[in-house]
């Protein structure tokens, strides 16, 4: 039995269970306010746990893979495997000072205090420049400490600034970059290819959120224009239209982002039937 542990709350829990639905893996029979539920594999279940203490219970075995943030996986300092950056999630850990502060750069704490939720990460960050700093280690409200006198700066997960901003905080330097990744236990990623077939599939859905499939119609005196117009994956399908003997079907896997512009040249081009779909998953 592989056990993937995945948040039970937050922001990165529908994501993440979202993601598992279209690799082919959907929570069956539970919800996050259990601890277990079941997939559509007989040998895979979910684990609900804390998106904070999902490195722990990988490291340890209490689960083979899981679902979580960089920053937490650094913070915990956890010896698990990296297996895949899943490209949601993004935040970055900022370093910041009350708007009306003198302090303009993290030189400028030298001596002072900092708090955070993330000691460790804060730690590092200040000791790899050089800086002496006292890390006050706090579980919530991180944006107050500095207007209650608690600490003369923060580090704090900042995603869109606004919560800086409403708090009369400024940032000055950015201190860790972060996005939810699938992790692995090292052991059980040596010896299951259970993990491998995880990972793929999720990988596969990835690879195909910003592609789309296009299909047309092709004269056979145009095909070498079209050719040069489509910026395939690996050059376009082309298969002959049996009804019509001068006319060749084209399909090609395209990025999502030049479909406006690739269309019109086709249609230029003599294209016809252009049909433009989504993919659910795409394995190179």
Do not use: W
């Amino acid at each position: 039995m592989i056990r993937i542990a995945i948040p039970n709350k937050g922001r990165l829990h529908d994501p993440t269970v979202q993601l598992f639905k279209e690799a082919g893996l959907p929570v069956l029979g539970g919800s996050s306010r259990k601890l277990f539920a079941k997939t559509s594999d007989p040998e895979i279940q979910f684990l609900f746990a804390r998106a904070a203490d999902i490195p722990e219970y990988v490291q340890d075995g209490a689960a083979d893979i899981g679902v979580t943030g960089l920053d937490l996986i650094s913070e915990t300092e956890s010896n698990v495997e990296i297996l895949l950056d899943l490209n949601f999630g993004k935040a970055n850990l900022v370093l910041a000072v009350p708007e009306e502060s003198s302090i303009v750069s993290p030189e400028d704490l030298q001596g002072m205090r900092v708090a955070t939720e993330f000691p460790n990460i804060t730690k590092n960050y200040f000791g790899n420049l050089g800086i002496e700093i006292e890390v006050i280690k706090v579980s919530g409200a991180c944006e107050m400490t500095p207007h209650v006198g608690i600490a003369d700066a923060i580090v704090d997960i900042s995603s869109s600034g606004t919560t800086l901003v409403t708090n009369h905080l400024k940032p000055i330097a950015d201190v860790f970059k972060s996005s939810v990744y699938l992790i692995a236990n090292s052991e059980t990623k040596e010896n299951n290819e259970k993990v491998l077939h995880i990972k793929t599939a999720l990988e596969s859905v990835l690879h195909a959120k910003n592609k789309r499939y296009l299909m047309m119609n092709v004269p056979h005196q145009k095909l070498d224009t079209i050719k040069d117009i489509l910026p395939g994956l690996a050059g376009p399908t082309v298969m002959k239209v049996e009804s019509k003997s001068d006319t060749l079907a084209v399909h090609a896997v395209i990025d999502a982002d030049v479909v406006f512009a690739t269309v019109s040249k086709l249609k230029e081009a003599g294209a016809s039937g252009i049909l433009v779909v989504p993919i659910e998953r795409l394995i190179p």
